[in-house]
T-cell receptor, first 115, second 112 residues
Framework: GAVVSQHPSWVICKSGTSVKIECRSLDFQATTMFWYRQFPKQSLMLMATSNEGSKATYEQGVEKDKFLINHASLTLSTLTVTSAHPEDSSFYIC???????????FGPGTRLTVT | QKEVEQNSGPLSVPEGAIASLNCTYSDRGSQSFFWYRQYSGKSPELIMSIYSNGDKEDGRFTAQLNKASQYVSLLIRDSQPSDSATYLCAFSISGGYNKLIFGAGTRLAVHP
């Protein structure tokens, strides 16, 4: 149980284009989903928290107009990186929580390379 | 500022030994604590959760929590080379939508 999928697993895009990443909880309903970013050899950095049907809460320093988050249902959240630049190249990981116990279950991650 | 402190390592142990990973946290109100394992290039995987003071065992893993000392640890018995990974300690912020604060992780290397 508690399986989270992400799509795509990797993506290469050109500078200035937008990329959408999907995160799905496959066998449970996620009250809250989280988006993280991780640069090589660095720790996880929380970007935003999203609850189904409401606006995402962004961490300090994360541009909400650049990283658009939509949490349309209890099993799906999307992250759109708009006008991507090479410095946005990173490993983006989503996680989902059932709300009980506080555990977060992570998706496999999406490796974004912006050329 | 809510924080988690972990020794970055690497912690090197021989195969078959006990690996001991430690973590301190800053939020006295936190009720939930977690250990995640992250292999290089992969996403974190939940291996243990603990909510009460004392020990919690699951297979070769034992988590220990001491809320008075704001300390949580993970013991891995009979360590295997496949346990070589970065271990992340995390706690949930009290009243924070299950938001977790992660430590930077301790890199464990189990050598044959």
């Amino acid at each position: 149980g508690a399986v989270v999928s992400q799509h795509p697993s990797w993506v290469i895009c050109k500078s200035g284009t937008s990329v959408k990443i999907e995160c799905r909880s496959l066998d449970f309903q996620a009250t809250t989903m989280f988006w993280y970013r991780q640069f090589p050899k660095q720790s996880l950095m929380l970007m935003a928290t999203s609850n189904e049907g409401s606006k995402a809460t962004y961490e300090q320093g994360v541009e909400k107009d650049k990283f658009l988050i939509n949490h349309a249902s209890l099993t799906l959240s999307t992250l759109t990186v708009t006008s991507a630049h090479p410095e946005d190249s990173s490993f983006y990981i989503c996680s989902a929580s059932t709300g009980t116990g506080g555990e977060q279950y992570f998706g496999p991650g999406t490796r974004l390379t912006v050329t | 500022q809510k924080e988690v402190e972990q020794n970055s390592g690497p912690l090197s142990v021989p195969e078959g030994a006990i690996a001991s990973l430690n973590c301190t946290y800053s939020d006295r109100g936190s009720q939930s604590f977690f250990w995640y394992r992250q292999y290089s290039g992969k996403s974190p995987e939940l291996i243990m959760s603990i909510y009460s003071n004392g020990d919690k065992e699951d297979g070769r893993f034992t988590a220990q929590l001491n809320k008075a000392s704001q300390y949580v640890s993970l013991l891995i018995r009979d360590s295997q080379p496949s346990d070589s990974a970065t271990y992340l300690c995390a706690f949930s912020i009290s009243g924070g939508y299950n938001k977790l604060i992660f430590g930077a992780g301790t890199r464990l290397a189990v050598h044959p």
